[in-house]
């Protein structure tokens, strides 16, 4: 897929305020608008049944693509959410560096799934939505290697509590996925239905 610039054929506003999102698609020559979308996310996650992470990150990414669709008319609107999961437990972005390194200490040597859903919604109407799934092993750490982890990449806002993208990358024996989906925007496959809608060129 090309890196070059891509001619946007159509409105198209990404649901987001995530920074390594923005990144990935700007580096994937996608220059649109990056709007927040409000929603309650934590309300979403109590009301979610059953344990089948993929489609609350579906439902997530879908809820945020509506809820900005609903505001701007004639708009594609992308959106993404991300769940990290291990054991049938979902951890949340942890805030702070306690948090993180208590998450840490439940991945350390043990594997989790990182779950990112998309949807592309117009006028209010959900026209695409997805999902993929990357499975990653951590390597077993010490206290004192998550401590000076944390410490290195500040990873305070980030599903699973570590920057895959930075120093994140070594804590793990296994990873099987994409790196993109790991990161939260499973890019390459977003691509092709943004080319295949004509939303943008290829």
Avoid at 90 to 116: D, R
Wanted: net charge negative; glycine share 6%; with cysteine.
């Amino acid at each position: 897929m090309s890196l070059d610039n891509k001619t946007l054929n159509k409105p198209l506003i990404f649901a987001t305020g995530s920074s390594i999102r923005k990144d990935i698609a700007k580096s994937f020559g996608i220059n649109c608008d990056f709007i927040k979308s409000e929603v309650d996310e934590e309300l979403i996650k109590l009301n979610f049944q059953g344990n089948k992470y993929h489609e609350l990150a579906i439902q997530l990414a879908t809820e945020k693509s509506l809820t900005i669709s609903d505001q701007y008319k004639d708009y594609y609107v992308v959106g993404v959410d991300q769940v990290c999961c291990i054991n049938n437990e979902i951890l949340n972005k942890p805030g702070n560096k306690e948090n993180a390194i208590f998450s840490l200490k439940k991945l350390s040597g043990n594997t989790h799934y990182q779950n990112c859903g998309m949807a592309i919604c117009l006028n209010g109407k959900i026209l695409w939505q997805s999902s993929a799934v990357a499975e990653l092993t951590m390597k077993p750490l010490s206290l004192d290697q998550i401590e000076e982890y944390v410490e290195l990449d500040k990873p305070f806002n980030c599903s699973g509590s570590y920057k895959f993208e930075s120093h994140g990358k070594d804590l793990f024996s296994n990873v099987k996925g994409s790196e993109y989906t790991i990161q939260g925007l499973d890019i390459d496959q977003l691509l092709d239905i943004l080319i295949e809608e004509g939303i943008i060129n290829g």
